[in-house]
Nanobody, 115 residues
Framework: QVQLVESGGGLVQPGGSLRLSCAASGSIRNINTMGWYRQAPGKQRELVAT???????TYADSVKGRFTLSRDNAKNSVYLQMNSLKPEDTAVYYC?????????WGQGTQVTVSS
């Protein structure tokens, strides 16, 4: 089992920045990848960015060049730095951890980009 606790969401103006944090606990040694997904109202949950145990990162095309995913192994945490935010980035952001074919999810944190 893996438990994920997220923080850092909020309201920001277009062009602004936010940093999301996710701390993992439990069976963290078995985690293959960690990352973030998001779900906007009326839309399916979509991948934002993931990082493997070997520090290989993957980004959605819509966030490339604006978002940066990083990890701190000492703190069992991953961070999503979001810059140049757009209204279309508005969504609930979920931290995710994968162990083989099993996915674990955080409770979600709201990010709203609006003037």
């Amino acid at each position: 089992q893996v438990q994920l606790v997220e923080s850092g969401g909020g309201l920001v103006q277009p062009g602004g920045s936010l940093r999301l944090s996710c701390a993992a606990s439990g069976s963290i040694r078995n985690i293959n990848t960690m990352g973030w997904y998001r779900q906007a109202p009326g839309k399916q949950r979509e991948l934002v960015a993931t990082i493997t145990s070997g520090d290989s990162t993957t980004y959605a095309d819509s966030v490339k060049g604006r978002f940066t995913l990083s990890r701190d192994n000492a703190k069992n945490s991953v961070y999503l730095q979001m810059n140049s935010l757009k209204p279309e980035d508005t969504a609930v952001y979920y931290c995710n951890a994968r162990i083989l074919v099993r996915y674990y999810w955080g409770q979600g944190t709201q990010v709203t980009v609006s003037s």
